[in-house]
């Protein structure tokens, strides 16, 4: 069984198991500035542990299989035929000839939440929110964001997390 010692500020309290270190990150009680050892000699940052904040440190395991085999695609570059360049009277739009690339709109949202202690997790694909509710990590309080959200929202609002709350 792994123990670990936390170290704030030059105190060390411990030993503490695995299960009293999450209630505790999760409870805001130990944050990531702290210091955290597992044989009271070599610390580490409480960040450099990321299975104690309820992430898992192989993240993809979080993914659906098609996430983490399926690489994003390249965004499209269209080429614009060079042609001459003739002046143009002033209209009301600026630029009237000039071209536009058409840019593929993302395929995914990505999400951001915010832990109980105020840390902020992200950008994940919308099926790692989704587990991270299954197992309550996210509840209906907890704040979310993606772009296209004027701020940080309560996860019970969001219509993507709301049946699963």
Not at 46 to 69: M, Q, T
Not at 98 to 121: D, E, L
Request: glycine share 6%; aromatic share 10%; with cysteine.
């Amino acid at each position: 069984m792994e123990l670990f010692y936390i170290r704030f500020k030059g105190r060390v309290t411990g030993p503490f198991q695995r299960e009293d270190m999450q209630k505790r990150a999760k409870e805001g009680a130990l944050s990531r500035f702290h210091e955290i050892s597992t044989d009271g000699q070599l610390w580490k940052k409480a960040a450099d542990f990321p299975d104690l904040w309820g992430i898992p440190s192989d993240i993809n395991s979080l993914l659906a299989p098609e996430e983490v085999n399926d690489p994003q695609p390249e965004p499209a570059i269209t080429p614009i035929a060079e042609e001459p360049i003739s002046l143009a009277a002033v209209t009301s739009d600026p630029f009237p000839s000039m071209p536009v690339a058409n840019t593929p709109a993302p395929t995914q949202k990505q999400w951001h939440y915010q832990q109980s202690n105020g840390f902020q997790c992200g950008p994940l694909p919308i099926s790692v929110m989704q587990n991270l509710i299954q197992q309550g990590d996210i509840v209906s309080t907890t704040l979310v964001w993606t772009n296209g959200l004027s701020d940080w929202t309560q996860a019970q609002f969001v219509a993507e997390f709301t049946p699963l709350l």
